[in-house]
C-alpha cells in the first residue's frame, strides 16, 4: 500500500508519517534538529518518496550536472536555485540513499562536500538580491543552519532509513510498505 492510500485509511498525510519517521530518526541518533531543518527534511523525503526510479539513474552524474549549472548561471537567482538544487539532491544521497552512490563507486565525503558546500554558498546570498522568489527568501536563512549541521542530519537520515526499511512506521497504521 503506497503511504498516499495509508494516508487516505487513516487521516494521516504522507507529511505527518515522514514528520513521525524524523522524530523516530532522531531520537535513535540522539540529535535534535530545529524545527525548520525537520520541516525541510520531511519535505525531502514527501518528494524523495515520488522520485524513486530518478534516483537509480546515475546519481554522480546528476550532482555534477547541477554543479556546472550553478557554476554557468548567469543570474544570482539561478545560481541560488540551482545551488539549493544541488544542496536538495546531495542531501537526499547522502543521508537517504547512500548506497545509491556506493554502487556507483561515489564517495561518500566527495557527495557531502558538495552538499555542504552548496549550502554554505547559498547562505552567502544577499536576500536582497535575489528576485522575488519567496521559497529562496526562506531558505537561505535555513541553508546556514543545514551546512553547520550536516552530520547531525545526516546521521538522522540514516536511522530514519533504518527505521523505514524496518517498516516500523507502519505498523501503528496496520499496513506493510
Do not use: C
Not at 9 to 32: C, F, H, M, N, P
Not at 152 to 163: G, N
Amino acid at each position: 500500500m503506497s503511504t498516499t492510500s495509508t494516508a487516505l485509511l487513516t487521516g494521516r498525510t504522507e507529511s505527518d508519517l515522514y514528520r513521525k519517521l524524523i522524530k523516530v530518526g532522531e531520537t535513535q541518533a540522539r540529535r535534535w534538529l530545529s524545527e525548520g531543518i525537520e520541516q525541510y527534511l520531511v519535505r525531502l523525503l514527501v518528494v524523495s518518496g515520488r522520485m524513486r526510479e530518478e534516483l537509480r539513474q546515475q546519481p554522480e552524474r546528476r550532482l555534477a550536472l547541477i554543479y556546472g549549472e550553478a557554476r554557468e548561471a548567469s543570474s544570482l537567482t539561478e545560481r541560488a536555485m540551482s545551488l539549493h538544487e544541488l544542496g536538495f539532491e546531495g542531501l537526499k544521497l547522502v543521508g537517504f540513499f547512500p548506497g545509491q552512490l556506493k554502487r556507483r563507486q561515489v564517495s561518500l565525503s566527495y557527495a557531502a562536500q558538495l552538499t555542504t558546500g552548496a549550502y554554505a554558498e547559498l547562505a552567502t546570498i544577499d536576500l536582497a538580491r535575489v528576485r522575488s522568489q519567496v521559497f529562496l527568501q526562506a531558505l537561505i536563512p535555513l541553508s546556514q543552519e543545514i551546512a553547520a549541521n550536516f552530520e547531525d542530519i545526516v546521521a538522522v537520515l540514516w536511522h530514519t532509513r533504518a527505521e523505514v526499511d524496518k517498516g516500523s512506521v507502519w505498523q501503528d497504521v496496520g499496513t506493510v510498505h
